[in-house]
């Protein structure tokens, strides 16, 4: 795997390193010694897909408070989708801002979201499947979300949303 970090601290964009033969390919997507050697947590509780009908699906965004503080690492199976991470670490030097890549079943990339930042999504395709590994259990009081057109971090969407939860879509604006 190759790990490549991102303008904000802690963030990377993860590709994997296939090795081909006459069947096709096999690849890690997964290394407790590569993560560790990188510093990043290594921890899973969980393992999560979301699927997603429609092209302009927004999801997020999303993240947990303490004490369930929670990293992902989040891989596009099938589909594509633009793979948002807002940092919202207040001491970070990257506070407030944002990163953004093209996940899809196709490249293989993943994104390793730490603690502390927030993460949404949108498809870029119909029938769209995303994979998350997170390092904390879901706490539902401890589940928490920005607006996804919120003022305070203008982040540029590639399409128009055509699909969002309810939820999602009535965050307040940030504020901390």
Not at 22 to 42: D, I, P, S
Not at 138 to 160: H, L, T
């Amino acid at each position: 795997m190759t790990f490549n970090e991102t303008k904000l601290p802690g963030v990377f964009e993860i590709s994997v390193e296939p090795h081909y033969d006459e069947r096709g390919f096999f690849a890690r997507y997964w290394c407790q010694e590569e993560f560790e050697k990188v510093g990043l947590n290594t921890r899973i509780a969980q393992c999560s897909v979301s699927f997603n009908a429609l092209k302009g699906t927004l999801r997020g965004i999303h993240y947990q408070t303490a004490p369930f503080l929670e990293t992902k690492m989040v891989r596009c199976t099938k589909g594509a989708i633009y793979d948002v991470v807002v940092d919202l670490r207040p001491n970070s030097p990257s506070f407030k801002e944002w990163i953004a890549v093209v996940l899809t079943s196709a490249n293989r990339h993943m994104v390793y979201v730490p603690e502390g930042c927030g993460h949404g999504l949108m498809t870029l395709e119909d029938q769209t499947e995303v994979s998350y590994q997170i390092s904390e259990f879901y706490n539902p009081e401890s589940a928490r979300g920005v607006r996804w057109d919120d003022p305070a971090f203008q982040i540029s969407w590639p399409e128009a949303v055509e699909v969002i939860s309810e939820r999602d879509r009535k965050y307040p604006n940030f504020e901390f």
